[in-house]
């Protein structure tokens, strides 16, 4: 059964925003959503990895903010929002595998947390969104439900226990050892959230706790979310004596 692209009048592109801490599941969920709902999908993490990469082959201190910063201005950075055809490019370089690096995994917090960096690449989330020609497009990161799109529709945090995220992280990677797949992402979140609070729902956004559900439920409660944001009805400010 498929489900029925969900939209709503207007040219501006229905905008489900979903925030989660590493191995949460966010990027294979909201590609899997984005699919079932017909939507494009935004990584928005890519960009920052992108650009950590960018400095790394220019041979730049990613932990020096001026140096990001100087380096971020030739930045050629384009990415595709079609979950079925993904791929990120910086200028000719497909990047799409290499900003998945540990090199570059480990630089990335360096870039995110460089106040200018944030503000030019939210900008170019918002426009990348705008520009989609999808009838929504679901874009998921760190600060997508408070910074990026505050004001979307939806907005969802996606999170697990630490040791079910490590497990699954741990799958992902072949390569590591889990007790070494553990200590990454305890490190990651410690970085990440001196950045950005990923791992407490802002006012108005909803839980999905994908601990106890395997992928399809996950995927399953996260449309569900959706659809009830999506048909809820406006509230009448005559009736709440707003």
């Known amino acids: 059964m498929t489900d029925p692209v969900m939209t709503t009048p207007g040219p501006d592109p229905v905008v489900v925003a979903i925030d989660g801490p590493a191995g949460s599941g966010k990027s294979s969920v909201s590609k899997q959503v984005a699919r079932r709902l017909g939507y494009g999908y935004l990584d928005t993490g890519a960009a920052y990895r992108a650009l950590a990469w960018h400095a790394l082959e220019r041979g730049v201190d990613t932990s020096d903010a001026a140096s ?6 030739d930045f050629d950075y384009a990415i595709s929002l079609d979950p079925d055809a993904y791929w990120v490019r910086v200028g000719r370089a497909d990047v799409t595998d290499a900003i998945r690096e540990p090199r570059v995994s480990d630089a990335v917090s360096g870039v995110a947390r460089v106040p200018a960096v944030r503000q030019s690449v939210n900008a170019l989330f918002r426009a990348l969104v705008a520009r989609s020609g999808r009838p929504g497009v679901v874009v998921e990161g760190r600060d997508i439900t408070t910074v990026v799109a505050p004001d979307a529709p939806v907005r969802i945090l996606l999170t697990a226990a630490p040791e079910i995220r490590a497990a699954r992280r741990s799958a992902e990677l072949a390569t590591q050892d889990a007790a070494t797949v553990a200590a990454a992402l305890h490190q990651r ?3 990440d959230s001196a950045v950005v609070d ?6 108005g ?7 106890p559900l395997d992928f399809d439920q996950t995927v399953d409660a996260v449309l569900g979310v959706i659809q009830a944001a999506l048909s809820a009805p406006a509230v009448d400010p005559l009736q709440t004596g707003a």
């Open 189 to 191: 979140d410690a970085s």
């Open 198 to 203: 990923f791992l407490t729902a802002a006012p």
């Open 205 to 211: 956004v909803e839980v999905v706790d994908s601990t």
């Open 68 to 73: 990001v910063l100087d380096v971020s201005g």
